[in-house]
């Protein structure tokens, strides 16, 4: 009897050691992980940048505020991304003034793993339509972990190294279902917005450790300047 006692508890004492560092590695470990994989897409980014190696966006000049909408002519649509590569970098000074994340192309989970991911089937990053962009909420960097403290009137500023883009938010934090796919279209329908513009739209999972529902937030492009004139305003301390 004694024995088996021992045996067992030997045995909670296994499951419970393995549990513990399996917990240390979801929390601690892949995001170390993450941090660096992600601060390697962006000196990636930046070397190509530095070395003239630039795919620019078409970007409307001047402030866009309001709905979104530019004015003229749509400019032409510039070439696809390449699947699973990094072509921006995102700022959010809500989320504090070191928080930079790249964007990379396609959401697969191994995509993610590495940074935030644009929405295939989505905009370009300033063209007319809803650039959207999916980012992990815990695990793998926690890059969208204060994802409920943004609000109305939030900057969120990204980059193609030619061009700096401004957008803020208009709606949101938004809590819907994974099916809820319309979260995404060009003019999405429960974000308020009642005509074609330049959108961006943010997703993340919710609750924290789960991924039953979604948080979104939508914002319009405020504002473009080339990156020879310095850094936007939202970006100035």
Known sequence: MRVVVRTVSELCITVG??????????LFWTGVKADSVMDDQIDRLQERWAQGDVRPSVAPSG??????????ASPARPA???????FAIMYI?????????PVLEGTAASTLKKGLGHYTRTAQLGQRGNFAVAGHRRTYGDPF???PRLRAGDAVVLTDGTTWFTYRIDKG??????????????????????????????TTCDPEWGHSHR???????????????????????
């Open 17 to 26: 050691t393995v549990i513990v560092l399996f917990v240390v590695y979801v």
């Open 63 to 72: 402030s866009e505020a309001g709905s979104g909408e530019g004015s003229g």
């Open 80 to 86: 696809p991304y390449v699947a699973d590569e990094p």
């Open 93 to 101: 000074p809500r989320l504090g003034f070191t928080w930079n994340k």
């Open 145 to 147: 972990k204060d994802f």
């Open 173 to 202: 934090p938004y809590k819907t279902v994974p099916a809820d796919i319309e979260v995404i279209d060009p003019v999405p329908r429960k974000s308020g917005y009642t005509r074609k513009g330049r959108y961006l739209t943010l």
């Open 215 to 237: 948080l979104i937030v939508w914002a319009h492009l405020d504002s473009t300047q080339p990156v020879e004139a310095g850094k936007p305003e939202a970006l100035r301390r």
